[in-house]
């Protein structure tokens, strides 16, 4: 992809969320704000309770906030829809009645409920190969390994073409080869398709592999403290400055 110039896709501005314990507030989101820009991967990287999965769900419309605003493309975010896919952490997302093939036609049918079949049978067919499962349409979940699973998972956020794909640490409960074999399938689709994507992560070496820019939340704050443009895209444990801005990224999550 060229750089070129970019459009804003997705605005986050000043988002406070918070709940009540004993009569006092706790915030799990203060004066949260991002941008994205279409075209790019952009990682939120913090540790376990900094807020960054309450960020992403609130991106998505799934939970309410208290104040602030989501917009996407200069509209508000009120709901999920289509234009907005999330891939959860979970292998096992995919719904196990229907086979692969199925599950990927399915948020197609959904989005264009008028189409011919053949629109649906080409789409399914086209993800699959995509994502490197062709020949796979017909197996359930349950007949995939967890690495198969998450590549149909991807495969069939692709399907009904969202403007935004949300990603919720979608490879972390896969073994370590698969983890880097489905973050050079993002990278790969990404240069394909030209995908917008927001990542959460708590691991620093993926966000390092596939972001523009990675989002640092502090610990506890519920905001983020740092946007570091990130210059290791695609690249893996390469020179001592990777392993400085490894230990600078650290430094920040853990303070």
Same mark, same amino acid.
């Given at each position: 992809?060229?750089?070129?110039?970019?459009?804003?896709?997705?605005?986050?501005?000043?988002?406070?969320?918070?709940?009540?314990?004993?009569?006092?507030?706790?915030?799990?989101?203060?004066?949260?704000?991002?941008?994205?820009?279409?075209?790019?991967?952009?990682?939120?990287?913090?540790?376990?309770?900094?807020?960054?999965?309450?960020?992403?769900?609130?991106?998505?419309?799934?939970?309410?906030? #208290? +104040?602030? !605003?989501? %917009? =996407?493309? $200069?509209?508000?975010?009120?709901?999920?829809?289509?234009?907005?896919?999330?891939?959860?952490?979970?292998?096992?997302?995919?719904?196990?009645?229907?086979?692969?093939?199925?599950?990927?036609?399915?948020?197609?049918?959904?989005?264009?409920?008028?189409?011919?079949?053949?629109?649906?049978?080409?789409?399914?067919?086209?993800?699959?190969?995509?994502?490197?499962?062709?020949?796979?349409?017909?197996?359930?979940?349950?007949?995939?390994?967890?690495?198969?699973?998450?590549?149909?998972?991807?495969?069939?956020?692709?399907?009904?073409?969202?403007?935004?794909?949300?990603?919720?640490?979608?490879?972390?409960?896969?073994?370590?080869?698969?983890? #880097? +074999?489905? !973050?050079? %399938? =993002?990278? $790969?689709?990404?240069?394909?398709?030209?995908?917008?994507?927001?990542?959460?992560?708590?691991?620093?070496?993926?966000?390092?592999?596939?972001?523009?820019?990675?989002?640092?939340?502090?610990?506890?704050?519920?905001?983020?403290?740092?946007?570091?443009?990130?210059?290791?895209?695609?690249?893996?444990?390469?020179?001592?400055?990777?392993?400085?801005?490894?230990?600078?990224?650290?430094?920040?999550?853990?303070?």
């Amino acid at each position: 992809m060229g750089n070129g110039r970019m459009n804003t896709a997705l605005q986050a501005i000043n988002i406070t969320k918070k709940y009540f314990k004993d009569g006092e507030p706790k915030f799990i989101l203060r004066d949260f704000s991002m941008e994205v820009q279409e075209g790019q991967i952009i990682s939120i990287l913090g540790a376990s309770g900094c807020g960054k999965t309450t960020a992403l769900n609130v991106i998505g419309g799934f939970e309410k906030i #208290d +104040s602030g !605003q989501v %917009l =996407l493309h $200069g509209e508000k975010i009120k709901a999920p829809s289509f234009s907005m896919i999330m891939v959860f952490q979970d292998s096992h997302q995919l719904f196990p009645w229907l086979d692969l093939h199925d599950n990927i036609a399915m948020p197609v049918k959904k989005r264009y409920p008028k189409k011919p079949k053949a629109f649906y049978e080409k789409k399914a067919c086209d993800m699959l190969e995509q994502v490197g499962l062709e020949g796979y349409g017909n197996y359930y979940p349950h007949e995939l390994s967890g690495g198969m699973r998450q590549r149909g998972a991807i495969a069939r956020a692709l399907a009904s073409e969202p403007d935004l794909i949300l990603m919720d640490e979608p490879f972390a409960n896969v073994d370590a080869i698969t983890r #880097d +074999s489905l !973050q050079d %399938l =993002l990278l $790969g689709i990404w240069k394909d398709k030209g995908l917008t994507v927001v990542f959460v992560t708590h691991d620093i070496e993926e966000a390092l592999y596939i972001s523009d820019r990675i989002l640092i939340m502090g610990k506890e704050s519920g905001k983020v403290e740092r946007i570091a443009k990130n210059e290791w895209k695609g690249l893996r444990k390469t020179k001592e400055d990777y392993f400085d801005e490894k230990e600078r990224i650290k430094n920040e999550i853990m303070a």
